[in-house]
């Protein structure tokens, strides 16, 4: 007597006492592909201060390589800053080698000049990264405050520290540099957990 496949596999559920195997919570590619960025690069874009850092990931808590802040002073043309925010970013990228990028999200301005200004910075970090083939992905900045210090609004210094207590440095990092090094840590946060939110890739 034939029986048909949704037969079959009610059968084989009865006989593994009815219970079905786990799904695992991210597909192996995408398992696989979360582990092997080791090296992650995170950047915080403004015209006159953007900060990077760049940490690997290690036991029993992530490597800080480098942190820093690109300043440009204030009589500065827009066009010199975009061009030493982009070969700043060339010189670590060169020097750190990282496979992955987290870069700050666009957010609310309430003046159009400000948001202009952050769109050109923007731009400029994201060509030079661009150029290297590396993912990059954007977070908006109230989930990495979110995932640092546990809670969305908070205030830059409460990132900087938290940042530092979870790097182990030895001084507290600058705000913009801070802000980048948790952009970071919040990429590596979310792989290690293999959740299905998917940051946003660019």
């Not at 596999?9 to 799904?23: C, D, L, S, T």
């Not at 990028?101 to 661009?130: D, H, K, S, Y």
């Not at 900087?160 to 990092?173: G, I, N, Y």
Request: overall charge positive.
């Amino acid at each position: 007597m034939g029986i048909s496949i949704e037969q079959f596999n009610q059968m084989k559920e009865r006989v593994g006492g009815g219970k079905r195997a786990p799904k695992p919570a991210l597909e192996p590619g995408a398992r696989k592909a979360a582990a092997a960025h080791q090296v992650i690069l995170g950047v915080d874009p403004s015209l006159r201060g953007t900060g990077y850092g760049v940490i690997r990931m290690a036991k029993p808590y992530p490597q800080t390589l480098t942190h820093g802040t690109i300043t440009c002073p204030a009589a500065w043309e827009h066009s010199r800053c975009l061009v030493r925010i982009a070969q700043v970013l060339r010189e670590v990228i060169k020097q750190h080698h990282p496979t992955v990028c987290v870069i700050e999200g666009l957010f609310f301005a309430q003046n159009l000049q400000t948001a202009l200004t952050m769109g050109e910075a923007r731009g400029a970090a994201l060509a030079a990264i661009g150029e290297s083939g590396m993912e990059i992905y954007e977070l908006a900045p109230r989930k990495v405050k979110q995932a640092i210090v546990g809670y969305g609004a908070a205030q830059k210094l409460a990132v900087a520290k938290m940042v530092q207590r979870m790097l182990h440095l030895s001084e507290l990092p600058a705000a913009d540099a801070a802000d980048a090094l948790a952009l970071a840590l919040t990429h590596a946060q979310e792989n290690g957990r293999y959740s299905f939110n998917t940051p946003k890739r660019i």
